[in-house]
């Protein structure tokens, strides 16, 4: 009975490909989130979703593209992918927007070769 | 100035011992503070959060916030080898979005 969970777990693609991650949570949570966590394990925000509406977009090539069809549910896809978009993403939600910890999926490890 | 700054690390402590994380954040007007533990090759996990100061405790676990100081803190009283971990200290705007540290990994040690 997973709360937020993400396909696949593991990605190895080659360079230039396009590739899709999907995440469902089934928390009832409003708000959704992308995180990237890097090599030396440091997480940073790539999008927020509250409600299938975009409220958070960081500095993130516009190759990577999210898209909410409802409230629990958000994919990421990557365009023409890079060797340094190799990382673990990961989806997280949130009761709402505001001072909510969050709850994350298992991650997707992108190896991109 | 990173925005969330956490003791570089690594920590290690004998188990039974108490360990300390320590977190300062930049942004005055952060609101909200949690702490997250990550098992190596698993995804963060919410262990404590805190929104005002002074300490909270839950079983093993104290959180400390000094607003004016712009520090939070995470103590793990009777520490165990299963506490070895990597500890995020996470910082909430008023937007929401949570702002992690580079994470502590403590190493508990029988």
């Known amino acids: 009975d997973t709360a937020v969970s993400q396909t696949p777990k593991y990605l190895v693609t080659q360079m230039g490909n396009d590739k899709s991650i999907k995440c469902e949570q089934n928390?009832?949570?409003?708000?959704m989130y992308w995180y990237k966590q890097d090599s030396k394990k440091f997480l940073k925000i790539m999008f927020s979703y509250n409600n299938k509406e975009l409220i958070i977009n960081e500095t993130v090539p516009n190759r990577f593209s999210p898209k909410s069809p409802d409230k629990a549910h958000l994919n990421l896809h990557i365009n023409s992918l890079e060797l340094g978009d190799s990382a673990v993403y990961f989806c997280?939600?949130?009761?709402?927007?505001?001072?909510?910890?969050?709850?994350f999926g298992s991650g997707t490890r992108l190896t991109v070769v | 100035q990173k925005e969330v700054e956490q003791n570089s690390g690594p920590l290690s402590v004998p188990e039974g011992a108490i360990a300390s994380l320590n977190c300062t954040y930049s942004d005055r007007v952060s609101q909200s503070f949690f702490w997250y533990r990550q098992y190596s090759g698993k995804s963060p996990e919410l262990i404590m959060s805190i929104y005002s100061n002074g300490d909270k405790e839950d079983g093993r676990f104290t959180a400390q916030l000094n607003k004016a100081s712009q520090y939070v803190s995470l103590l793990i009283r009777d520490s165990q080898p299963s506490d070895s971990a990597t500890y995020l200290c996470a910082v909430n705007g008023p937007a929401g979005k949570s702002t992690f540290g580079d994470g502590t990994t403590l190493t508990v040690k029988p």
């Open positions: 997280a939600s949130s009761l709402r927007t505001g001072a909510y910890g969050y709850t």
């Open positions: 928390l009832g949570h409003d708000t």
